[in-house]
């Protein structure tokens, strides 16, 4: 887990969405909320302290957060490998 | 400075890749947008109100669509009847509107018959096709008049006894026949054939009994043709053999019945095109068919014959776009391949064509985010309940609404009850009214037919 959130500090992040892996060559889009998660985990390698500072920016449990940027997580480990 | 009081929504975080190969472009577009009403009323004031999963029918899109084929068709040729196949959708109150709409009834079974006839459907107005009519059958059918058309030898013997036994001469019947259009593949196993002879043998057959008479040609190319090419050649073909058969056995056919097979606006999986483009629309039908029998029928009344009925069978391509089928997001889930997955409350056990539709899948309101391919199962614990095995949708949650289009033809009559009950079907009437015309299922439904031994019953105590 640890791994993948510092591998997102390769990643060029434009406003509009556009993600670009510079590695793989791969490009991909993300919405507003994974933005916020990957401008978040460029500085912050510990996954709970991310979902603590999405707490405070979003209205929502912290299970469902949780479980929400877990499952980001796992997606994005497979398209960073 | 910001104020921790408003907090933004959280909506679930999404990454997709950006694939350069094996995108369907048209499948994005297609289901990109949302529906909130169904004619008019909300779908999700209908879930609240009759539960969830729920089809829903719509009477203006049933008579709107019936009133085109009989337009397209009753404009290019003089005689027309349009059979309303049951087995497409039986419920009672669809089959009524098309019997207003001036619809006969064909049916393939003794229980489609008895179905029809308790509708109020007069014996003479129901073709009655299918493999197998049993003794009791085909002496009601007789008796009462109905049109029987006869799909093999064996049948031909039987209803000969029956009507001789009736003491009944001249029975008018029609048989079956199956042939190669070089369109669509032959439904061989149905019927007489027509290239080996079989069809002219039976036809000689029915000309040396007394008791019955050929007086009509019926052949069924297939289902969703979507060709119409196909029906110019099917027509041309039975035309043929009309005047053959007239010529050979002296007879006078008066019916020809093309069956149904007319392709609605569904997309076929493994079909790339999306259905508005590959779909024929009932007019260039009607143009095919009309267009052949204008040609082969050119000099038949000069020559002493009546210009035959031509009888369409059309199932599909009536209901299929008049209804819907609501479904809720059970749950959200993450495949270990990646993908991303929906659980619904609807499944195959009563979306039965989603094993060859890929249905046009909508949610129910207009949702924020990139839209993910994502695979939709239904709620049966079997491997083969898959509803959508591909679809790009937004992020859902569990509740949301998505609704499934068309399905309004065999998925009422193929569905199962198979580990869940059956959900309500209600119709949108024309005035705007919501009328259930199929409760939802309930046990007692599922086991009144039952008989527990007394001996058998569980002691739990
Ligand atoms: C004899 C016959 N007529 C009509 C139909 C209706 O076909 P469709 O729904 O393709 O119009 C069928 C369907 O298989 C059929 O077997």
Known sequence: ?81 | MKNIATKNPWVAPVIVRHSSSGMNKFGGVRDAQFRDEIAGVSIAELVEKYGSPLFVLSEEHLRQSVRRINRAFTTRYAKVRQAWSYKTNYINAVSAILHQEGCDAEVVSEFEYDKARRLGVPASRIFFNGPYKSRGALTKAVSEGARIHVDHLDELALLEEVAAELNILNFPITIRLNFDTGFAENWGRFGFNLENGQAMEAARRIAASPNLKLTGLHNHIGTFITDPRAYTAQVGIMINFMNNVEAATDCTITTLDIGGGFASRNAMQGVYLPPEQITPTAEQYAEAICGALAIGLKDREQNGKPLPELVLETGRAVVDEAEWLISSVVANKRLPTGQRAMVLDAGVNILFTAFWYNHEVRPARPVEGIPEDTVLYGPLCMNIDVVRQSVSLPPLKTGDLLSFWPVGAYNNTQWMQFIQLRPAVVMVRQNGQVDVVRRAETLDDVEEPENLPIDLQPDFS
Do not use: C, W, Y
């Not at chain 1, 916020?36 to 302290?49: F, M």
């Not at chain 1, 500072?53 to 960073?80: N, P, T």
């Open chain 1, 1 to 81: 887990m640890k791994n993948i959130l510092l591998a997102t500090k390769r990643l060029a992040l434009s406003e509009s969405g556009f993600v670009f892996d510079p590695v793989s060559g791969q490009s991909f889009s993300v919405n507003d909320t994974g933005l916020v998660i990957l401008r978040l985990a460029q500085h912050q390698d510990d996954i709970e302290q991310l979902t603590e500072q999405l707490l405070e920016q979003f209205d929502a449990s912290s299970v469902e957060i949780k479980r929400d940027v877990q499952d980001f997580i796992h997606r994005l480990q497979g398209f960073l490998k």
